[in-house]
């Protein structure tokens, strides 16, 4: 039906609830907001982890302009249509603003991932920069208008508040980022699955450590899964998939936890006024701000109506919820107005529209184009190819030279679709004797890092690394060391000596690969 199954969870909390059949008198915002916040920022982790950075890269400006200057304006917005249209003070009004102004990843990229919504001009990794990234500048406003709203809050407190979260975010995200690399290029786990426990340690680390200096935990979260998830660190696939079944399991404790907090009694009264909110934002504030933000790139009017359709409200923005409404009982500074339950309603509007009108926005406004994918601006997207075309060349006196091809123990159960033989091409059926210089195409699985034992590594060259523009010949690199495939424009080269290497090749090693990479190239005299 294309409805978010989270809500059934929700549900499920509802009917274990204070006010469900099975009546379990739940009410700790606290306990809630703890748990939440946790499993927020292994979801944000895994946003960062998960994002194929050369591919996002290009639309990196628009997607960090929606995500910090897009939520400001967003709060701002909603605070003044919260005053004027709820009766709600300014301080009241840019709380509610600041709880929903986030755009939720986990909500964006299942979408996106279940649907195959293969976008035209990078609309999905634009969507996914924004939506990644939006949740810290949120946090931030958040914890600017608590201030506000207890009278703590001068023009000094704000600008140091605003600028500790974000520094002491970034300089932890980057810390913990780089050292968890580091690690994992050094060490090598004896038993399977340690390093991502190790992975998981780094993430609720990089979360914890900036909030000791009112850094934003967020932020060091999902630059840590960033700079972790785009390093050439091994069995990265494998760290995709751990992450995104904890990010889902993450998923449905949070939404069971806010449906245990929810009190079907109290939902009538806060409905009129989650409605009005998610209308003017979804149908007024959203395109105005992605018409403001976007201008300048020149996106088409389809391209904005349809970015504005995306913005969806989920998990992000009720863990905000739950933590001002924990922050604030704490304090003893009640709000006038039901903060959580209206919230509650914004999510699950957001969800039931929004959420299943994306895919059909999509083919409506003519922005889909099954020429790209939008699994490669994931970082397993190796992995979701599940055939490949591999081509062979008989070799004479080979094991294959005058084999039927229903003998022949081809990797991977491979299945023989083409032969090639004196320019004619041949339907192989198994009976079909096997020639030297006979190319074969064969279709199989042929994934390159399933061979744990053989511990391939991804190495990217970026920038100005000094083995561009060099040939393999003049790399003196170690003899434990050989450079198996190199992947350039989406595709994979088979390479020898003469072969030159260029920006942006990933090359596929089977080895150690060396520290200091210029020591390697060989001087042209």
């Not at 690399?181 to 900036?210: C, H, M, N, Q």
């Not at 907090?261 to 701000?289: D, G, K, Q």
């Not at 399933?450 to 040939?471: M, R, V």
């Amino acid at each position: 039906m294309g409805i978010s199954v989270l809500l059934l969870f929700i549900l499920i909390g509802i009917f274990f609830g204070s006010e469900g059949v099975v009546g379990v008198p739940f009410s700790d915002y606290a306990l809630a907001e703890s748990l939440s916040s946790i499993g927020l920022a292994i979801i944000i982790f895994y946003g960062g982890f998960g994002t194929n950075w050369n591919y996002a890269k290009p639309h990196l400006s628009q997607g960090v302009l929606l995500s910090s200057l897009g939520t400001v304006m967003t709060a701002g917005l909603l605070a003044v249509a919260g005053h004027f249209l709820l009766g709600l003070s300014w301080t009241e009004a840019f709380i509610l603003g600041a709880v929903i102004s986030s755009t939720d990843a986990a909500s964006v990229f299942n979408i996106l991932r279940t649907h195959r919504l293969n976008l035209k001009n990078g609309l999905a990794p634009l969507l996914e920069v924004e939506s990644g990234s939006n949740d810290p500048f949120a946090f931030t406003l958040i914890i600017i208008g608590i201030s506000l709203l207890s009278g703590n809050a001068s023009s000094s407190v704000v600008v140091s508040t605003t600028i500790s979260q974000i520094l002491f975010g970034l300089i932890f995200g980057a810390l913990m980022g780089f050292f968890a690399w580091f690690v994992l290029k050094r060490i090598s786990f004896g038993e399977d699955g340690l390093d991502s426990l190790f992975i998981l340690a780094i993430s609720l680390l990089s979360y914890t450590l900036p909030t000791f200096f009112n850094g934003n935990g967020f932020i060091a979260v999902y630059l840590a899964g960033i700079i972790i998830g785009n390093s050439p660190i091994g069995n990265k696939i494998e760290l995709v998939h751990f992450f995104d079944g904890l990010t889902q399991l993450s998923q449905i404790i949070i939404f069971f936890l806010f449906g245990l907090l929810v009190f079907p009694s109290r939902l009538p009264f806060t409905l009129l006024n989650a409605l009005i909110i998610f209308l003017v934002l979804t149908l007024v504030i959203r395109p105005l701000m992605a018409i403001i933000l976007l201008k300048s790139f020149k996106r088409s009017f389809r391209e904005i109506v349809f970015l504005s359709a995306a913005g969806l409200r989920g998990a992000s923005s009720l863990v905000f919820a739950v933590f001002v409404v924990s922050l604030l009982s704490k304090n003893a500074t009640p709000l006038s107005f039901d903060l959580y339950h209206t919230v509650f309603w914004i999510v699950v509007f957001s969800s039931l529209i929004q959420g299943s009108m994306i895919p059909f926005a999509a083919k409506k406004l003519d922005l889909i184009d099954n020429r790209e994918s939008v699994m490669k601006s994931f970082n397993d997207y190796t992995a979701e190819s599940d055939y490949d075309l591999l081509e062979m060349t008989i070799a004479k006196d080979s094991h294959y030279d005058g084999l039927p091809i229903k003998d022949a123990n081809f990797p991977n159960n491979a299945l023989a679709v083409a032969l090639e033989r004196d320019a004619q091409n041949i339907i192989p059926t198994g009976s079909t004797i096997m020639q030297a210089n006979d190319k074969l195409i064969l279709s199989g699985t042929f994934s390159l890092t399933s061979p744990d034992s053989i511990g391939l590594i991804e190495y990217p060259l970026k920038g100005k690394h000094p083995w561009i523009n060099h040939k393999l010949a003049d790399l003196s690199l170690s003899p434990q060391a050989i450079v198996v495939m190199i992947r350039r424009n989406g595709t994979l080269l088979v390479p020898d000596g003469k072969t030159k290497l260029y920006v942006d090749d990933t090359l596929i090693i089977n080895g150690e690969i060396p520290s200091d990479p210029q020591s390697v190239v060989q001087p042209w005299y």
